[in-house]
């Protein structure tokens, strides 16, 4: 009954999947690196004002004229 118990605990263990964010961040003048995200972040912002542009994982993300937000893995064009 332990070893089923145990097994059964393993499986669980490893089926849990984390799910977290994936997206394009800038390292230099490189800004298609592919991050994954702490857990916390719900969102890819983008900012592109003229030659700046910035690209992080976000909580919290409001859009505007110079900044997108995008939800889901690498959405980021």
């Known amino acids: 009954m332990k070893i089923l118990l ?9 089926s849990t999947q984390v799910l977290t964010l994936r997206c394009y961040t800038c390292q230099g003048e490189n800004c ?4 994954v995200c702490q857990d916390t972040a719900q969102y890819c912002k983008t900012y592109s004002r003229g030659d700046d542009i910035s690209r ?5 993300c409001v859009a505007d004229d110079f900044t997108t ?3 889901s893995d690498l959405c980021e064009t």
């Open 6 to 14: 145990l097994t059964l605990l393993l499986v669980l263990l490893c």
């Open 32 to 35: 298609k690196v592919e991050t």
């Open 56 to 60: 992080t994982c976000e909580e919290i």
């Open 69 to 71: 937000c995008c939800e």
